[in-house]
């Protein structure tokens, strides 16, 4: 007789158009860990009741997502050294004796994507990161951790790019600059959308000289909400352009390792994504 298997779940607001459930279950057959993973929608006002239930059904590992991040951190009984700085938490690990161990596997999950998976050095590029909320702030940290030369952060509201800096604290690599003044501010050769415009069906406003010649550009979601970006940088000439699907990807084989204790091959999970997504 087999164990009933491991139970997971996603938690976020929307939550229906989530692939996590399809790439933990394609981890769990790679890796002969018999898992179930589900999708709870959950709104911000109900999430830590709904938490609860969950743990106290038999669940164990979970994924936040939005608009549910910092709320989680703000859940947990402990936290990483990298979720403590970030303030937002991702993945939520039981602990024994009851309550969460919160995670952030976001920022590792971008620089796995981007130094594995695309082949980029990090180190000594100048780096404008678009946006200062939850994702932003997720992968703001490990950027600078794998060496960026420099940071620039711009966000229509103005006060929330100088918290994110001022929470960063490393004023001599980390720059605010106002969104309405990117115009004139010259150009950057890597370029992080962490803004939700996208998901919101909005188009990001900007001009296309902030787009060095052989730029990279980089878009935190994927499908649908990172056209509008990706299409804006093609046409402002980027070399390198690229969705978050990578990411999503990497962020989820870094949960499942937290919960399982094993890391599972992310290509061949990335490559059926990517040819569903093309194919949508
Ligand atoms: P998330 O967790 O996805 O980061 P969030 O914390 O609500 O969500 O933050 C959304 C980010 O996208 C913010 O940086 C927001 O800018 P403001 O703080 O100025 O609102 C940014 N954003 C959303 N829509 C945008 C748009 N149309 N143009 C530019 N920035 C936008």
């Known amino acids: 007789m087999s164990a009933s298997p491991q139970r997971h779940a996603v938690f976020g607001h929307p939550i229906n ?156 690599r980390v720059h605010v600059r106002y969104w309405n003044d990117l115009r004139n501010a010259g150009s950057w050769d890597f370029i992080i959308n962490a803004t939700s415009a996208g998901v919101q069906g909005e188009a990001v406003d900007l001009p296309f000289a902030i787009v060095a010649t052989r730029a990279l550009c980089y878009d935190l979601s994927y499908g649908r909400a990172a056209t509008a970006f990706l299409a804006w940088s093609r046409a402002a000439g980027a070399a390198h352009v690229f969705d978050g699907l990578g990411m999503l990807v990497e962020q989820a084989a870094e949960a499942f390792a937290i919960w399982h204790g094993r890391r599972p091959d992310t290509d061949a999970a990335h490559d059926e994504l990517r040819a569903k997504l093309d194919g949508a």
């Open 17 to 172: 158009h989530s692939l996590s459930p399809a790439i933990h279950r394609r981890f769990g057959q790679q890796t002969g860990i018999e898992l179930r993973y589900d999708a709870i929608d959950a709104p911000p006002e109900t999430f830590a009741a709904q938490l609860d239930a969950f743990r106290r059904d038999g669940g164990g590992g979970a994924n936040v997502t939005l608009p549910l991040k910092t709320l989680a951190f703000e859940r947990c009984a402990q936290v990483s050294d990298y979720a403590a700085r970030t303030g937002v938490v991702n993945t939520l690990e039981p602990l024994p004796g009851g309550g969460w161990r919160g995670h952030n596997t976001d920022g590792p999950g971008l620089i796995a994507d981007l130094a594995e998976r695309h082949g980029q050095d990090l180190r000594e590029r100048d780096l404008l990161l678009l946006g200062a909320g939850g994702a932003a702030q997720g992968v703001a940290f490990a950027l600078l951790d794998a060496g960026v030369r420099s940071l620039t952060i711009a966000n229509r509201n103005a006060e929330r790019a100088d918290a994110l800096a001022d929470r960063i604290g490393e004023p001599g």
